[in-house]
RNA sequence: GCCUGGAUGGCGGAACUGGUAGACGCGCAAGACUUAAAAUCUUGUUCCUUCGGGAGUCCGGGUUCGAUUCCCGGUCCAGGUACCA
């Protein structure tokens, strides 16, 4: 064999390809299109790692193959290019984020020319470019126009030092800040939020998803819908609402507790116990909600000295907060029942509050089963569903509550008090007042004279550019809305734009809206199953209420592709643990690398990479060289075994392609290279071989096809031969025979054979004879063409 | 903590709706070719074994003629946990 240049063949093909018309994507036949998108990654300061090279090696794998089978692929790939790192670095560097993410962009697009995808270069669009975050903005204003995007007060990571909000991301597990390290607090600031809740239930219709499973069971438990009962607590002056999902057991009600965020506490604690209650808020402000809702540490809690009554039986309780009471969940305020909950229980035996029993059990306290209620009056007998609609009606009826369905589900915040993200379209009027920016001043650009470092004032508070604007707009007095928007928001409806990025004049013609949505297939990691993945459905369904869309659903198929870790763990440049592509790719080739990722395990599950291995992969290559530069002859006493064994392989192949199992697509065409290279094949078992690979090592099949086997025209413009089912079908079956459940041999059966001619000639057999000897047969069972079972008793 | 997954030879993994566990590849061993090595090819390769068999898919139970697959309980690992995206 000639030495395989796999560098100028694939960089030929590459150019080839490019060059080809009938490859590219045709907007004008939206008919037969299969949008085949993947999740868009973030320009990092880091080269492509593994993960990106697997994942948009997996989406091309599936585009080619979908080409093969005759669709107008559309297969685009951009850049979700706002974000925190840019920023980080330029408050290191004080190199313009504008400036870092275009070099890393083109060091992105050289990586991804490399995989030799068909991604397509003139939809390559980038998030915080002017042209595409118009689309942002003009989204914004529909959400504003339409009451679903507000401002309200919100609990941010503030850190005292630099004076600015930090992301979660920015706080080391100690609670300290990242750049600062000073300890973070918890702050109350006003925010810009979108009322996702409004679609709660909405997004919880799954009906038209094909979507793996576990995806649905995540997103229906962030969801978290709840039905339950508000109840008001009346104190002095004031009432305390809580949720609950157990108002039964509200005869057990010993005291009440609010988070340490609520704004009643201001108001309701008495002088006397205010210093301590400040102290605790700002204890509290140091957790974080994942430390607070830990069952594994120990509650704590502080009396307000405030008392409320129970509105059931006229009980006075004290008011309490404690740490273990989520503010943004239900109403921030519970009703404590030591009896009937577990954290309840704990907490009342810390503080040496009462408990009392009000639900019928012979078990040990707390009891948290369903029962009949005691000591609750009226309601004595009644069991726990009866007793909360009956409980439910008469708060209704005292004008004291009622029943309510709650999800955990928070409204989306938006703001960020960021320099490199989208910038909200808002003005403030002279007294204050919100003004969107009319939408011919779109786009709202993102000035470029600010300080990155933090100050205390937002990034964009320090820009001269960006209050000459408002002025001149405007007029005097007016200012500008200093927050930026959330990076998720950019992603929430890119999907909708690529198809129409160059045209300024509309989101996407209304064909593209009709056809090219939903997607087709969408892949991406399974991490971002709540956020990104709900505000996708959020938005579409947002889009849809405005009459942009007749479709439900964004995205018909999703597909998660399995993380590639290193020694165990997600790689990341801060754990040092991340493996470059680039150096396998220039030690073998693109192709050989594409087949070595896929061929480690099922693309959904990634795993641990190791580069252990790839040498089969890079053998397989050149023993198929080899043998079509030299191709055997077939074997005419194998022509029915090569028939089945070429057209299990057609259809194992097509079916696992289907279902993203990329791994046994490579294990069945070395199988049917094994058979071959021993039996010998015709023309079709080269040419479908070839086929069946080229979505896996596009550039090798490529060369194969036209250098090997004189085709002219690209092989992805190739289709797949059809499947002949009757060349799968054999004269004989092997049945395995047990006895009590064990197998004690296999043997070989004509299809055709009788089940009781199968049964008696195996008990003659010796080897099975042997175990029936002096026993009896208590009972046969027979499945046709793959066992024979007896059970024996004696 | 909570939500969602995962665990199969020395290694990556395969196994249709409960029906012969270990396909395919790596590694390893032996052999062929070679002065030798590399490359290539052939054969073998879950473990134990007194060679009859026995054990075996994270651990402990259960359902079944039969469980990697279904059910209950647990261990460990991973992802997410709302300002990384």
Redesign the pocket.
Known sequence: MQSYDFQGIESKWQAAWRSNPKLAFDPQNLDNAFYNLVMFP?PSGSRLHIGHWFNYSGIDIFGRFKKMQGFNVFQPLGY?SF???AENFAIKTNIAPQDSTAKNIKIMNEQIDGIGGMFEDKYRMITSSPEYYKWTQWLFLKLHKAGLAFQKEAL??WDPVDQT??????ILPDGTAERSGAMVEKKMMK?WFFKITDYAEDLLDFSELNWP??TI??QK??IGKSQGTVINFAGENFEIECFTTRIDTVFGVEYVVLAPEHPLLKTIVPESHMDQVSEYQNQTALKS??DR????LEKTGLFTGAYVTNPLNGKKVPVWTADYVIYTYGTGAVMGVPAHDARDFIFANKYKLAISQVIQSDSDLPVLEHGTLINSDKYNGLNTSEAITAISADLKAMNKGELQTTY???DW?V???RYWGCPIPIVYDPEGQVVPIPEEHLPWELPTDVDYKPTGVPPLGSSKQLQANVEKIFGPGYRAEFDTL???VC?SFYLNRYANHADPSQLATEEQMQKLIPVDLYMGG???A??HLLYVRFIHKFLRDQGLFTCNEPVKRLIHQG?I?KD???MSKSKGNVVNPDDYVNKFGADVFRMYMM????FT?G??F?D??I???L??R??LLRFYENPKELDATKESDYKRELNSLLEKSIKDYENF?F??V??AC??FY?FIAKHGAEQNGLESLIQILAPLAPHLAEHAWHELLGKTESIFLSQFQEVDKSALVSNTC?Y?I?V????RA?LEFDTAAEKESIIANVSQRPEIAKYLEGKEVV?T?F?PG??V?F?VKG
């Open positions: 973030y979700d974000g925190l790192p941010v990571n909000v930090i992301a979660n991301e920015q925010q499973a576990k069971t995540m438990n962030w909600e994942i809702s830990s069952t594994e955990r589900l928070r915040s703001g960020r008090q959330d990076a998720f992603s399974a991490e971002h709540c956020m993380i870790t165990g763990a997600k061929f480690q395990g099922p599950e795993g641990d190791s252990e291995g040498i089969g992969v053998r397989f050149d023993k199992q791994n046994t490579m294990a070395m199988e094994n092997v395995a047990q009590n459940g064990k197998m296999s009972k069972i499945v793959k066992i079972s059970v």
